[in-house]
């Protein structure tokens, strides 16, 4: 990790990983869904609907992942002071909240034909919409700075405060939920699931992890390439007054 | 110790409780709560049974429209740095910081509060539950409000971007209190809440705290 730290030396090494993430990530999307979506059995009660876990699950582990990932670089940033971690954590915050929505959405399309509502105010829907203003906090702290420097760490502290609220938030949100709501609604926790449709899960559960390894590492390249864009604009600006 | 009370003093004589200024977030909370039997109706029983969750809500936005007096102005005019090298730990400067914003905005708010469950017709042993939740998890607000309001005092209008940052925080506090006024109704015990309410407001002083210092001293150095 801290061999990293030098930019030069993490864009020597996103030269090879990221075209090894790239061709994972086709070819993971291609055989999961292939496999999710034709291959896989129809649920005896849910029919062709259950096929939208194969989106919904793993953006909804990926959702969870990201924040994880940006509170443990924001430590990193504060502790170390490494240059790069708080350069993965503001990158991850938009794919993560893209994961965040995602998962809300898909969910939200299941939940129309399975539970015959848009929304319930269920505990785990309800927890993954704060994750998702989290993340939009997170972000909007980001874009209100103009120094970087400061950005970066006013953001920091803030992903460290959210990250040791966020088990709190879910336990009130969960000791909310079984205090108002009766058990009304079909919970997806039934029977194991079965390993017909366990693997299409996992392959698509990867294809999701490669891919965000792939947008992390063209999203911190293109940041290290600005930067450097930057850097020349001063330079050539302060020629020039001189 | 001296310093602490002298800082305790001065903040609160800076706040100056029950004066002009400080009736408009009250009026604020009194003004929201009334809005709420507009909204869906003046029927008794539909105020009773929403009661507790919407003087709670009063309360949380009128505790975060007085975050930013918590240290705006003091680094506006800088007497920020001052105070932060007067040799007297971050760490007490903030919590001296918090405890008179809370006596200067909260308990105001608080002392309200049975007064807006007798217009929304909640019953006696509810007010009980409203104002023992308010009174321990109100400085949870008043704790994670001062973290943010320490990351956002150098950015000119961060009183939006204070509440996206803040509120997502205080649903707990939410939960645990409007829980405690329900259980109450339902002739249940609200000892539960209200000591979750209170361990959420102990952590909540810390992490306050802590991320306040933290947060005003990478702003000042």
Known sequence: ??????????????????????????????????????????????????????????????????????????????????????????????????????????????????????????????????????????MALWASFEDRARAARAAAVLALIGAINLPIIKFSVDWWNTLHQAASVSRFDGPAIHESILIPLLIMATAFKAYYAMVLMLRMRTDIMERKIDALRAGRAREQVV | ??????????????????????????????????????????????????????????????????????????????????????????????????????????????????????????????HVALVLGLLVGSPALTFLGSAGAALVVSIRRGGLLLALLVLPLYIPVLIFGASAVEASLLNRSMSDPLMLLTAFSLLSAFIGVVGSSLALRLELS
């Open chain 1, 1 to 138: 990790m801290f061999g990293l730290a030098n930019p030069r030396r993490f864009m020597s090494f996103t030269d090879y990983a990221l075209p090894i993430a790239t061709a994972l990530t086709v070819v993971l999307t291609i055989v999961g869904l292939y496999w999710g979506l034709v291959l896989a059995p129809e649920d005896y009660q849910q029919g062709d609907t259950v096929r939208i876990m194969f989106v919904h699950v793993p953006a909804a582990w990926m959702a969870m992942a990201c924040y994880l990932v940006i509170a443990v670089a924001s430590l990193c940033s504060l502790i170390w002071r490494h240059p790069l971690a708080d350069m993965a954590a503001r990158q991850t915050a938009p794919v993560g909240a893209a994961f965040t929505a995602l998962a809300l959405i898909t969910g939200s399309l299941w939940g129309a034909p399975m539970w015959g509502t848009w929304w319930v105010w269920d505990a785990r829907l309800t927890s993954v919409l704060v994750l998702f203003f989290l993340y939009l906090g997170y």
């Open chain 2, 1 to 126: 110790m001296k310093r602490f009370l002298g800082l305790l003093a001065r903040e609160l004589q800076l706040h100056q409780p029950l004066s002009g200024g400080n009736m408009v977030p009250l009026s604020f909370f009194v003004i929201t709560v009334i809005l709420v039997p507009f909204g869906v109706g003046p029927e008794p029983g539909i105020l009773t049974r929403i009661a507790g969750g919407t003087v709670w809500v009063a309360a949380l936005l009128a505790v975060l429209l007085t975050l930013d007096r918590l240290y705006q102005a003091d680094r506006d005019d800088g007497s920020l740095d001052h105070l932060v090298m007067s040799g007297l730990p971050l760490e007490l400067l903030v919590l001296a910081k918090c405890i008179a914003h809370w006596l200067a905005f909260t308990l105001p708010v608080i002392i309200m509060a049975p007064l807006m469950g007798l217009l929304l017709q909640l019953p006696l042993e509810g």
